[in-house]
């Protein structure tokens, strides 16, 4: 489908959805400091004090403005409005995030403020669902197996496509032209990195609907719901070409902490398992099949909650919890933090009881050695203070029984939560952050020498490697200055002994710029050593009527074939890099409209969270994200080189 290019500030969004910024924009008109806190109550006098203009410019200046021109980083910046539309923006005002400040404003008032900040009325036509297949191309294909695994593309999570998988070599790479694009509809984001097997590409979506699009046209073969967000990749169950003896499964995990089997041929449910009691729990990591297990990376969104001063914070632990994949029944779970949660014993400065010790989510995908009968993982911060030594670690867990084999914790002391984004609200343990977790796998890369190393990238733009064996520090290097939103943020890839690093290193923070020079962009490192083989920065070539929601980090993890890396930035450009030297061979701007299958005009925003897949000839994207002020959009793109081409 061809791309129509027009001003973003001209998109429009569809039917009603939630702004996707979590715990701080409930707290919007709180200020940023103790210093200049403004109360709750205030800002119901404040909204009740525009009552004699009630016009929508004068509301959005006294009750919105304090949070949406970038002071509060998590809110969605005032740029980004028109993008979202009038019906996100009600939604939030009226049953959303934003519902207590809606609560000030007549049902009339919200209204109006949601269509003058939307940019249109909200007369306007709904999503148009999905086509969904004909007759023949919703046939499931037996003779194609998944050339790839789950969210790491491979068992060791290098993220590299080999010849026979990508079905793409360097060489067609200039040639790539957008083949069609899938509008999720309604969404804002897309961030559910697409699988494919049996001749169909499976991807979530922010509604909770999972979808098994045709690979050669687009259509729908089947869909199911969640009845939760998909951010994950969905894992397929490997099979040999036209033998399958029992319904090949796709795993997948949503935002409430629910694990799905499903039939991959027809979307049937198989089971349906929650992996732990705790009623924050959310899968962000894309759950591993291997072996008739699955296993499960355990995140939270505790980390919102504590912003509320009377939320008794806190008492998740993150983990991961291994399945029976025929049954879903568990076989074992294992904790990152050992000691079980309760009272402390002390009280915040709100008077709320104070728990602990908790975090150390887990929000990547497990990497697998078979060769040891491992697992590796990554952590986050610790929710509550003194901070967990397995904070900010690497933890190795044995496959069968779930014991903790090793661990290494690469930056101490880091205990962080929502609260500290609103003036270190009475939950912010003492430490306030610097929230510098491990967000991206570890890889498993083997050397020339045939000895291996566990390479691992940190939103403190730190990478370096450990000992698979016992967690012993090889080496380690700082790539670029880091801070909330990355350094390296969400995967690293790596091609034989070369590891690809993005950068981030966006300002997110006023703090960021303190942590020094900024370097958003690639790297290559040799993986033995950890010296730079090549830099590409990535230049700023935001257009001015995106900033400052536009920004050239590369947080999205990245892929590799031979020969090519594939990177996506928060300004919504996917570029492919020559892997020996760095230089760029193609690029697109996806931040665009595009005219689907369905007719409904979607739109592309950042890349972020979920990086491009290479599988069977074609390149595979999501773009849009929308959080911390980032680019909106609700489109999955396929690219391919032209046909007479191939």
């Not at 990554?378 to 901070?387: H, K, L, M, Q, V």
């Not at 045939?450 to 064996?469: H, I, M, N, R």
């Not at 900033?547 to 300004?571: E, N, Q, R, W, Y």
Request: net charge neutral.
């Amino acid at each position: 489908m061809s791309p129509t290019r027009r001003s973003p500030l001209a998109f429009v969004s569809g039917p009603a959805v939630l702004i996707a910024a979590l715990g701080s924009l409930a707290a919007c008109g709180q200020g940023k400091s103790e210093s200049d806190a403004q109360p709750a109550n205030a800002v119901a006098a404040t909204a009740a004090g525009a009552a004699t203009a009630r016009d929508p410019a004068t509301i959005y200046t006294q009750v919105c403005s304090t949070c949406h021109e970038g002071q509060v980083p998590k809110a969605p910046h005032s740029v980004t409005f028109q993008m979202l539309g009038p019906e996100a923006i009600l939604t939030a005002l009226t049953t959303g995030v934003m519902q207590p400040q809606g609560a000030t404003l007549s049902e009339a008032e919200r209204r109006t403020l949601a269509e003058h900040l939307g940019g249109r009325s909200l007369a306007a036509a709904v999503a148009t669902p999905p086509v969904r297949c004909a007759a023949g191309a919703s046939e499931f294909d037996a003779n194609r197996p998944p050339r790839t695994l789950g969210w790491g593309q491979t068992l060791e999570n290098t993220r590299f496509a080999d010849s026979y998988a990508a079905g793409l070599h360097a060489s067609d790479v200039p040639r790539l032209q957008l083949e069609w694009a899938f509008a999720f509809p309604g969404a804002t984001r897309a961030r559910s990195q697409p699988s494919v097997a049996g001749g169909a590409i499976y991807v979530g979506s922010q509604s909770g609907e999972l979808y098994a699009l045709d690979f050669v046209s687009g259509c729908v073969r089947w869909s199911y719901q969640a009845g939760a967000e998909v951010r994950v990749a969905p894992s397929v169950e490997p099979w040999r070409a036209g033998e399958i003896s029992v319904p090949p499964r796709l795993v997948v995990g949503d935002l409430s902490g629910n694990v799905h089997a499903l039939d991959a041929r027809t979307g049937r449910l198989l089971w349906k398992r929650r992996v732990d009691p705790h009623p924050r729990l959310t899968i962000t990591g894309s759950p591993r099949l291997h072996e008739g297990r699955v296993y499960v990376p355990m995140s939270s969104t505790e980390w919102a909650a504590a912003a509320d001063p009377a939320y008794e914070c806190c008492s998740f632990r993150g983990g991961v919890a291994a399945l029976d994949a025929a049954t879903g029944a568990e076989i074992w779970k294992s904790y990152t933090i050992a000691k079980e949660p309760g009272l402390t014993g002390e009280k915040s400065s709100a008077g709320t009881a104070l728990r602990g010790p908790a975090g150390a989510p887990v929000w990547n995908s497990p990497t697998i050695d078979v060769k040891r009968g491992r697992l590796y993982v990554g952590t986050g911060e610790a929710y509550t203070s003194p901070a967990a030594d397995t904070s900010d670690a690497v933890l190795a867990i044995d496959l069968q029984t779930g014991k903790r084999l090793w661990h290494y914790q690469s930056l101490a002391g880091d205990a962080w939560n929502m609260a500290c984004f609103i003036g270190g609200g009475p939950n912010c343990p003492k430490e306030n952050g610097p929230d510098l977790d491990i967000g991206a796998p570890p890889v498993l890369v083997k050397l020339p020498s045939g000895a291996e190393v566990l390479v691992v990238g940190q939103k403190s733009a730190d990478v370096f490697a450990l000992d698979p064996d016992d967690g012993k520090l090889l080496w380690r290097r700082r790539i670029g200055r880091g801070g909330f939103a990355g350094g390296v943020h969400w995967g690293l890839a790596a091609e034989g002994a070369r590891v690809y690093a993005p950068n981030a290193d966006t300002l997110f923070l006023p703090s960021d710029a303190q942590r020094g020079e900024a370097k958003p962009g690639v790297f290559a490192l040799d993986a033995g050593t950890g010296k730079t083989v090549w830099f590409t920065p990535a230049q700023d070539q935001c257009r001015s009527e995106l900033k400052p929601a536009c920004d050239p980090g590369v947080s999205a993890p990245v892929t590799a074939i031979p020969g090519i890396l594939f990177a996506g930035g928060f300004d919504g450009r996917l570029r492919a890099y020559e892997g020996a030297s760095g230089r760029v061979v193609w690029e697109f701007d996806t931040v665009r409209e595009y005219k689907t299958l369905s007719g409904e005009v979607a739109r592309g925003g950042s890349i972020e969270s979920a990086g491009p897949v290479v599988v069977d000839g074609a390149l595979l994207v999501n773009s849009g994200y929308l959080f911390g002020g980032r680019l909106p959009g609700n489109v999955l793109l396929k690219f391919s080189p032209p046909r007479a081409a191939r």
